[in-house]
Each structure stands twice: as structure tokens, then as C-alpha cells.
């Protein structure tokens, strides 16, 4: 993860496109990110969890890539193709700047966050879906 520096955009929100080859709940997010229940931290990942659910439960699934192609930057699109005909699902949300979130999802919203491993595919760096 890095903080985004210099211009980023007008936007005081980023947006993300996050696909997981099983469902997601709070215990396949720790799994994929690779955090045990005994970790220091794990509050965190369990706020990240609930912000990205949240978000997630407020946008539209798309059910193909055609479908939803539109949305997805020509960088990631490629990539979120091959997870679709994986039969992965692919969700689309954002973190919000605005003042009333929290802590975290505010630092969520200035970073460029990005995981892709067998599990989890997570792209929040470009501020577009």
C-alpha cells in the first residue's frame, strides 16, 4: 500500500473493483489477506472488511464483464475479464473522504491499496471502477 501523493483528483472519494474466488465474508477476507484471528491488528482488517461490505451492499453486481465494462479502467479491464470467465464475483464500491467516516475508511480513501493473489483481487488505485 502506498499514500497517494501530489494531484490525485477533485474527488474526495476512491473507487474499487474487488472480486474473491469464494464468498465474501469476514473470514475469507482474513484468509485472503492473510490475517490470523490472534493478530494485533485484526480490528483494523475487520473495520476494512465492514466498510468494503457496506460499500459493496450499495452498488450493483454486474453479472458479466459486458455488462458492467464500462465501468472498469482499460488498465484492470483485461484482468477483471479473466476473473469473471474464472467464475469469480465482482463487486464494485468505494471509500469516501468526506468527514464523516471513520479514521480508516478516510486513510482507505488517500492510498493506493491493491492485493491480487489465488483468493482475492483488489484494485483501488485509480479512482475510477
Not at 23 to 46: P, Q, V
Not at 94 to 107: K, M, P, Q
Amino acid at each position: 500500500m502506498k499514500i497517494r501523493q501530489g494531484f490525485v483528483t477533485n474527488s474526495s472519494s476512491t473507487s474499487f473493483v474487488m472480486a474473491m474466488k469464494k464468498e465474501f465474508t469476514l473470514e475469507n477476507f482474513f484468509k485472503a489477506m492473510g490475517i490470523g484471528k490472534n493478530f494485533e491488528l485484526a480490528y483494523i482488517f475487520k473495520e476494512i472488511y465492514n466498510i468494503i461490505y457496506r460499500s459493496i451492499e450499495e452498488h450493483k453486481d454486474f453479472a458479466s464483464f459486458e455488462e458492467g465494462m464500462y465501468y472498469y479502467s482499460e488498465k484492470k479491464g483485461e484482468l477483471v475479464k479473466e476473473l469473471f470467465a474464472k467464475g469469480w464475483k465482482v463487486h464494485t464500491g468505494y471509500f469516501g473522504n468526506h468527514g464523516d467516516e471513520s479514521t480508516v475508511e478516510n486513510f482507505l480513501a488517500l492510498t493506493d491499496l491493491f492485493v491480487h493473489n489465488s483468493i482475492i483481487f483488489f484494485d483501488a488505485q485509480d479512482c475510477s471502477y
